[in-house]
């Protein structure tokens, strides 16, 4: 059933079509690495890019807790001082009444404008 038959092989002769195959392929071969080399600079580029975002946002992070630190500060010392002018506010209103309200005020509040008026007269005539 099997035949002890020896086949002899022999080399392919040099084939130009072949030849050509092999430069594409180098040549496609080149093209790809030559790609992923900008594909490669590429992410190193956008690496450095979102490692300097990271620093500035960072940076912006301090800066706005900071500025946070001294909104407090302030609303705390607006609050203070809120606070006093109620209190002189309430004494003003209660020096009013006790001085005969609102028009013996008036009249007093006028006449040391005249007077500051006439003061001022005297000086530069």
Known sequence: MFNNNRHNYSRV???SDS???DDFISQQIRQQQL???HQDDGLDM?????????TLSLGIHEELNQQNIMLDD????????????EIVTKKTRELIKKSGGKR??????????????????????
């Open 13 to 15: 002769g040099y084939d």
């Open 19 to 21: 030849d050509q195959g």
């Open 35 to 37: 790609q992923m080399k």
């Open 46 to 54: 956008l690496t450095e890019s979102a490692n300097r975002l990271g």
């Open 74 to 85: 302030m609303d705390n010392e607006l609050d203070k001082a809120t606070t006093n002018l």
């Open 104 to 125: 013996n005020f008036l009249i007093i509040l006028a006449m040391s404008m005249v007077i500051i008026i006439l003061v001022f007269l005297v000086i530069y005539w």
